[in-house]
C-alpha cells in the first residue's frame, strides 16, 4: 500500500517534472521566436561546422589512401590547402555561432529578466511578506542567469552535434554495417546512466540554489542590520551563523559536483568501450585486408567526433537540470497572482472630495485571524481623524487598507461613492501621500528624493516644498544644497531631517488624502517642533489619517478614534474623550500624568 501510494508520488513527481520542462523550453521559445532570422544564421552556421567536421576526416583518408601511394605532389598540397581551409572556416563558423547565440541570448534573458522584476513590483504586500528579500534577489539574478544557459551557443553546437552524429552513422552504416553496430553498441548503457543520474543532479543543484537563498537572506539582514549587530555587540554570533550556512552551502556544492563529476567519467570510460571495439575489429579487418589504413585513421577521427555529441549530451543534461531548478524557482514568482489588482473595468478615480468610509470592513492577514471584523468607520472630508489604541490593537492595518496595500475580505471601502476595489490602483495611490516613520530615502541627490512622487516637479515647485517642510534650511546648509547626495537610505541625514523630506514629497504630490504613521514618534523636543509646524501647514485642505502613540501630536484631530483589538472603543474629540473618563483619559494619562494619578503610578 505505502508502496504503491510512493510509486504514485514518484510519477507525479516525474509528470511534473516534464511539465515544468515543457513550459521552459516554451518560455524560452517566447523569448526567442523574434530574434528567428539570427537563429536561422545561427543554424546555417552550425550546420556548415557539421559539414565541415565530416570533411576532414575524409581529406586526410584520400591523402593516406590515394595521393602518399600514388606520390600525386600536387595534389598532396592541394588537399593539404583544402584541409587548412576547412580549419579556417571552421574557426570562423564556431566564432559566428557563438557570438549569434549570445546576443539571441542576452536578448531573451533581458526580456526575462524584465518580465520578471515587473511582475514582483506588482505583487502585493501579502507576497512580500511570504517571501525574503534575499531570495527574491537570488530568482532575479543568479536564476535568471542560469536561464541563459540554455540559449547558448553550447545548445546550438549540439544541433550540429547531431547531425555530425548521424553523417557519420550514416557513413558508418553505408560503410561497414558490423563496425556501426559495434560502435553504436555503448548507446543503451549511455542512456540509461544519464537517466539514473538527471533527476539526482537536478535535485542536488535545487538544493544549492536553495542555500545559496538562504545566504542572500542572511547577507540582507546582516548588512541592513548591521547598526543593530554592533550595538549589540553580536558580530561573533552573526558570523557563526553565517559560517554554519556557508558550510551548508560547500556541503551541497560538493555533492552536486561529485554527481556531475562521476557523470562525466562514466560517459568518457563508455565512450573508450566503444573506441576500443572498434579499433580491435578495424585492426582485425585491416589485417585481413578487408580495410584500408587510411579507412582506419578516418574512422578513428570519427570516434572522436561521435564523443562529442555524446560529451555535450551530458553536459547539456546537467545545463537543463540546473536551468529547471532556476526556472521553477523563477515560474513560482511568475505564477503568482496578485491579491490586490484592477479588476475588469476598473476605472480611473476622478478627483475626489476625500471623504472614506468602512462599511462592514472584514479583513485577515492569515486566514482564520481576522484584524478586523464588521468594522464602520468615517473619514470626513477634509477633516483630521487620529487613531490611537495600544500596540497590535490595528491602527496601521486601516491606514495599509485606505492604501489598498491589502483588500479587504468582506464588506467595502468607499472613497466618495467609490469602492475602492472598482477603481485602479494607480489612480487611487496618486491622490494618496504617506508619511511613516521608517522614512525610505533612496540613492540620489536631495532633489531626487524630494521629487520622487513627481519626477517632473520643476526646481521652483521643489524648493516650495522643502520650506512648506521646514527643510529648506538645512538643506541650503549642504555645500551642494539639493544637489547633496544622500547615501544607502539618508546615512548622512538626522531623523528629523528624513522626517522634513519625506514631508516635503507629500507637499510636492499635494495629495487629497494623507496618512501619517507615527511621523513624529523617536524625535526630540526641537525636531517635533519644526515637523509639527511642517504638518499644520500641510493638513488643512486634506482628509489626513493620523496614527499616533504621542497624544500630544493629536490634541487638534477633528475626530479621534480609540481602537483596541481591531474594534473602536471610543470616538469623538480631545475634549469629549477627557470628559469621558474612558479608554482615552487612560492612555492620556498614562502619558501626561497628574498629580494624583503620578503618585498612583508611582
Ligand atoms: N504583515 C502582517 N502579517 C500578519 N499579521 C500582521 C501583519 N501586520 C500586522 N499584523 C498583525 O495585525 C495586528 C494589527 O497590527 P497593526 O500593525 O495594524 O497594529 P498597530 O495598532 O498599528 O500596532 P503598532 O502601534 O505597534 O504599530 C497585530 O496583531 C499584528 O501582529
Known amino acids: 500500500m505505502k508502496q504503491t501510494r510512493q510509486s504514485g508520488d514518484q510519477q507525479q513527481s516525474r509528470e511534473q517534472h516534464f511539465i515544468s520542462l515543457r513550459m521552459m523550453f516554451k518560455e524560452m521559445f517566447l523569448h526567442t521566436r ?54 579556417l572556416l571552421l574557426g570562423i563558423f564556431n566564432f559566428s555561432s557563438s557570438y549569434v547565440m549570445t546576443i539571441v541570448s542576452q536578448k531573451a534573458i533581458l526580456q526575462l529578466r524584465n518580465k520578471l522584476h515587473k511582475h514582483t513590483l506588482s505583487l502585493d504586500l501579502k ?87 538562504q545566504i542572500n537572506n542572511s547577507l540582507q539582514d546582516t548588512l541592513s542590520g548591521i547598526r543593530m549587530i554592533k550595538s549589540f555587540a553580536s558580530e561573533d554570533a552573526e558570523a557563526k551563523q553565517f559560517e554554519a550556512l556557508s558550510e551548508q552551502h560547500r556541503i551541497a556544492t560538493v555533492s552536486a559536483s ?20 572498434v579499433l580491435l575489429f578495424g585492426a582485425w579487418e585491416v589485417m585481413h585486408g578487408n580495410m584500408s589504413v587510411g579507412d582506419i585513421v578516418a574512422y578513428l577521427a570519427y570516434l572522436r567526433l561521435l564523443q562529442a555529441p555524446i560529451r555535450s549530451f551530458s553536459r547539456m543534461i546537467t545545463k537543463v537540470q540546473q536551468s ?40 485577515a492577514y492569515e486566514e482564520g485571524h481576522p484584524i478586523l471584523q464588521n468594522f464602520q468607520l468615517r473619514l470626513p472630508c477634509n477633516q483630521t481623524t487620529a487613531l490611537v489604541g495600544s500596540s497590535g490593537s490595528g ?21 466618495d461613492s467609490y469602492p475602492l476595489t472598482e477603481v485602479t490602483v494607480k489612480s487611487l495611490r496618486q491622490q494618496m501621500g504617506i508619511v511613516s516613520q521608517d522614512v525610505i530615502l533612496l540613492n540620489g541627490t536631495i532633489r531626487e528624493n524630494i521629487a520622487y512622487g513627481r519626477p517632473q516637479a520643476t526646481d521652483d515647485e521643489i524648493i516650495a516644498a522643502a520650506h512648506a517642510a521646514n527643510a529648506h534650511e538645512f538643506i541650503s546648509a549642504f555645500p551642494m544644497g539639493y544637489d547633496t547626495p544622500i547615501g544607502e537610505r539618508g546615512v548622512k541625514l538626522s531623523g528629523g531631517q528624513k522626517q522634513r523630506l519625506s514631508i516635503a514629497r507629500a507637499f510636492l504630490t499635494n495629495p487629497r488624502i494623507l496618512i501619517l504613521d507615527e511621523a ?64 482615552y483619559k487612560e492612555l492620556y494619562e498614562m502619558q501626561f500624568p497628574t498629580k494624583s494619578n503620578f503618585e498612583q503610578i508611582l
Not at 509646524?533 to 500641510?538: D, K, T
Not at 486634506?542 to 472603543?569: F, M, Y
Request: contains cysteine.
Open 324 to 363: 529547471a531548478a532556476a526556472f521553477e524557482r523563477i515560474q513560482e514568482v511568475l505564477a503568482t497572482v496578485p491579491e490586490v489588482y484592477d479588476k475588469e473595468g476598473a476605472i480611473v478615480l476622478p478627483p475626489v472630495k476625500g471623504q472614506i468610509v468602512f462599511d462592514d470592513v472584514e479583513f
Open 34 to 87: 523574434t530574434q528567428w532570422v539570427l537563429l536561422m544564421l545561427g543554424a546555417v552556421t552550425v550546420i556548415a561546422i557539421s559539414i565541415l567536421e565530416f570533411m576532414i576526416p575524409q581529406l586526410t583518408k584520400e591523402i593516406i589512401d590515394q595521393i602518399i601511394p600514388e606520390k600525386r605532389y600536387n595534389a598532396l598540397l592541394e588537399t593539404g590547402g583544402l584541409i587548412l581551409l576547412a580549419a
Open 258 to 277: 561529485r554527481l556531475s563529476a562521476t557523470f562525466s567519467p562514466i560517459i568518457d570510460w563508455l565512450n573508450y568501450v566503444g573506441m576500443t571495439s
Open 520 to 583: 513624529t514618534a523617536a524625535l526630540d523636543t526641537e525636531s517635533e517642533q519644526r515637523i509639527q509646524h511642517a504638518l499644520s501647514e500641510l493638513l488643512p485642505g486634506r482628509t489626513c489619517l493620523v496614527i499616533a502613540h504621542r497624544l500630544s501630536t493629536i490634541q487638534n484631530a477633528d475626530q479621534i478614534v480609540v481602537l483596541e483589538h481591531g474594534e473602536i472603543v471610543e470616538l469623538g474629540n480631545h475634549e469629549n474623550l477627557l470628559r469621558r473618563n474612558g479608554r
Open 127 to 213: 507576497f512580500f511578506d511570504r517571501n525574503r528579500t534575499g531570495d527574491l534577489m537570488a530568482r532575479l539574478t543568479s536564476d535568471v542567469n542560469q536561464l541563459q544557459e540554455l540559449v547558448s551557443a553550447d545548445s546550438l553546437s549540439l544541433i550540429a552535434d547531431v547531425i555530425t552524429f548521424a553523417a557519420i552513422v550514416g557513413y558508418l552504416l553505408y560503410t561497414d554495417w558490423q563496425l556501426a553496430l559495434i560502435t553504436l553498441i555503448t548507446l543503451p548503457f549511455l542512456f540509461i546512466t544519464s537517466r539514473y543520474f538527471s533527476q539526482r543532479i537536478k535535485s542536488a543543484y535545487r538544493a544549492v540554489r536553495h542555500i545559496s537563498a
Open 395 to 415: 491602527k496601521s492595518t486601516i491606514a495599509y487598507l485606505i492604501a489598498r496595500l491589502y483588500d479587504v475580505q468582506r464588506g467595502d471601502i468607499f472613497i
